[in-house]
C-alpha cells in the first residue's frame, strides 16, 4: 500500500500537461500519415504494407537532401516522389503481375530496406541540426511545430477533398466501392489503383519527411509499425466522427477526424508515458486500441441488424397467423410483440 500510494504521489498533473504539446505535435504528424493509409485502406478497399518502408523513404530522403544543401520545401518534394515511386511499385506488382496488394506491399517494403540504406549512405542512421541546417518544424520548438504542422494538415486535406471530388478521384474512390460496377461505367480499374498506392505512399513519405525533421535524426527502423499506427489513427478518427456527426460528416469532415485520430492516439501514448508504464508494451496497446476500434462498428452493426431482423419475423408471424390479441396467460407475450 505505501508504495502504491508512493507511486500515485509521483505522477503530477503538471508532467501530463507539460507533456500534451510534443504529443500533439507527433500526432498531427501521423494523423498527415494517415491520411495516405485512409486513401488505401477505405477508398481502394486494400490493406497495403508499403507504408512502412515508404514512410523510412521519404524521412531518409528528405534529411539526405538538406545535408546536402537542398531547401527544405525541394527535399520534400523530392521525397513525395519517391514515395509516389514507391506506391506504384506495388501498384504495378498488382495489377501488372497479379501479385495480391497485401504481398506486393511486403515486396516493395522488404526492398526499401536496403534502398533506403543506400539513401542514407549505408549508414542505419542520419542525424540533422535545427542550429545548422533550415528544418520546416522542429522538437526544439514545440508550438511553432504544432502550428505549422496543422497549417500542412489543413491545406493537404483541402487538396484531397477537392482532388477526390474531381472525376479522376471520384473514379478511385468507385474502384474501392465496387471493381465490377466500375469496370462496366469505363473506368479503367488498373489505372485507378496505381494511382492511389502512388498518391497514398506519397502522402505518407512526405509525413516521414516531417516526422524526420521533427525528431532531428531518421532512423532504418523509423517507419516499423507505421501501418499500424496510421490504422488506430483512422479508425479512431472515425468512431470519433460518426459519434459526434452521423451520417451527416461529410468527406471533409471525415478527412479531419482522421487527422486528430492520429493526435488522440498520441495524447494516450503520453498518458502512458507519464504513467510511468513500461515502454515496451506501447505495441501491444496500440493492437488493443486498433482491435477494439475495429470491433466496434461491426458489433453495432450486427446488433442493430439482429434486432431489425426479430422484429420483422414477429410481424411476419402475427400477420401470418392474423393474431391481433393473445389469450389470457399469454398477454405478456402480447406486450412484448408490440
Not at 491520411?35 to 507504408?51: M, P, Q, S, Y
Amino acid at each position: 500500500m505505501v508504495g502504491l500510494a508512493a507511486y500515485f504521489s509521483s505522477l503530477k498533473l503538471s508532467g501530463l500537461l507539460n507533456r500534451f504539446p510534443d504529443g500533439i505535435s507527433q500526432g498531427i504528424i501521423w494523423g498527415v500519415m494517415a491520411l495516405g493509409v485512409f486513401i488505401t485502406f477505405r477508398l481502394l478497399n486494400e490493406a497495403d504494407l508499403t507504408v512502412d518502408g515508404s514512410f523510412t523513404t521519404g524521412g531518409a530522403v528528405t534529411i539526405m537532401l538538406l545535408l546536402n544543401g537542398w531547401s527544405p520545401a525541394s527535399a520534400m518534394a523530392v521525397a513525395v516522389i519517391a514515395g509516389l515511386l514507391a506506391g506504384a511499385v506495388t501498384g504495378v506488382l498488382n495489377v501488372c503481375l497479379g501479385i495480391p496488394v497485401i504481398l506486393s506491399g511486403i515486396l516493395t517494403q522488404y526492398a526499401l530496406y536496403s534502398i533506403n540504406l543506400a539513401i542514407m549512405g549505408m549508414k542505419a542512421n542520419q542525424a540533422i541540426s535545427v542550429d545548422s541546417y533550415p528544418l520546416v518544424l522542429s522538437s526544439r520548438f514545440v508550438s511553432e511545430a504544432i502550428g505549422i504542422g496543422a497549417v500542412i494538415a489543413l491545406i493537404l486535406i483541402a487538396i484531397l477533398y477537392l482532388y477526390f471530388g474531381t472525376e479522376q478521384g471520384s473514379a478511385i474512390r468507385a474502384t474501392g466501392c465496387n471493381q465490377q460496377m466500375a469496370k462496366a461505367n469505363g473506368i479503367n480499374i488498373s489505372v485507378t489503383k496505381i494511382i492511389g498506392l502512388a498518391l497514398s505512399n506519397g502522402i505518407i513519405a512526405f509525413s516521414g519527411g516531417l516526422m524526420a525533421q521533427f525528431q532531428g535524426f531518421v532512423d532504418i527502423n523509423m517507419g516499423r509499425g507505421a501501418i499500424v499506427i496510421g490504422l488506430a489513427a483512422v479508425i479512431i478518427g472515425e468512431v470519433l466522427g460518426d459519434a459526434l456527426f452521423g451520417k451527416k460528416m461529410n468527406f471533409a469532415v471525415r478527412l479531419f477526424f482522421i487527422t486528430m485520430g492520429g493526435v488522440i492516439y498520441y495524447l494516450v501514448v503520453e498518458v502512458v508515458l507519464w504513467m510511468k508504464l513500461n515502454t515496451n508494451y506501447l505495441k501491444l496497446l496500440t493492437a488493443v486500441i486498433v482491435a477494439v476500434f475495429l470491433a466496434v462498428p461491426y458489433l453495432q452493426g450486427k446488433r442493430k441488424a439482429s434486432f431489425a431482423k426479430a422484429k420483422k419475423r414477429s410481424a411476419k408471424e402475427l400477420s401470418r397467423n392474423n393474431i391481433t390479441r393473445l389469450p389470457g396467460k399469454d398477454k405478456d407475450m402480447e406486450r412484448k410483440c408490440e
